[in-house]
């Protein structure tokens, strides 16, 4: 989109869509965009765009999303992104080596916990509900840590930075109908 800085007028976007941000050509398929890519790559041009119509399922989904440790990190755009994997990748290592120690692993699920609180403060788009840490054993048998968490998100009012005139779908768009 950079190549074409103030001469692309909008864009529809045809696709099937996930509350979490997920964007695929299919439900099935293995290839996977991410919302927060669109919006980053839009926010690049540093202008709004006359239109924007974001046609697949939930692309304006406002509410409860949970997701684990592998998926929560394509919620996400740079800097954002980078904070939040300072804060999460450090304390399930620091789990696993007090793995043993029950005193030490209450701390450490404190202290995460309140990191997160703190990284989505201020943000009225994203907003921290829960982060469940629980403990599983590897193939290997190591005791391992993951996490289910749980955010408040709301895709259409990240979009409307930049369209003058957006069009998005809360839930499933079945033959452009919104159920």
Not at 18 to 30: A, K, L, M, Q, W
Request: proline share 3%.
């Amino acid at each position: 989109m950079e190549d074409y800085k103030g001469k692309i007028w909008g864009f529809v976007l045809y696709a099937h869509g996930h509350p979490t941000g997920i964007i695929s050509e299919t439900p099935s398929s293995r290839q996977k965009n991410y919302q927060y890519e669109l919006i980053d790559a839009v926010a690049k041009c540093g202008y709004k765009l006359a239109e924007i119509h974001l046609m697949q399922c939930y692309s304006g989904y406002k509410g409860v999303i949970k997701t684990y440790k592998e998926q929560s990190k394509n919620l996400f755009t740079e800097p954002r992104k980078s904070q939040f994997l300072q804060i999460t990748e450090p304390a399930l290592k620091a789990l696993e080596k007090a793995a043993n120690d029950e005193e030490a692993i209450a701390r450490i699920k404190k202290s995460l916990q309140k990191e997160l609180i703190d990284l989505f403060t201020k943000d009225q788009n994203i907003r921290y509900i829960s982060c469940n840490v629980f403990p599983y054993f590897s193939d290997e048998g190591k005791m391992c840590f993951d996490y289910v968490l749980l955010l408040s998100i709301n895709w259409e009012a990240q979009w409307q930075n930049y369209a003058i005139k957006l069009t998005t779908y809360q839930h499933q768009n079945i033959m452009l109908i919104d159920f």
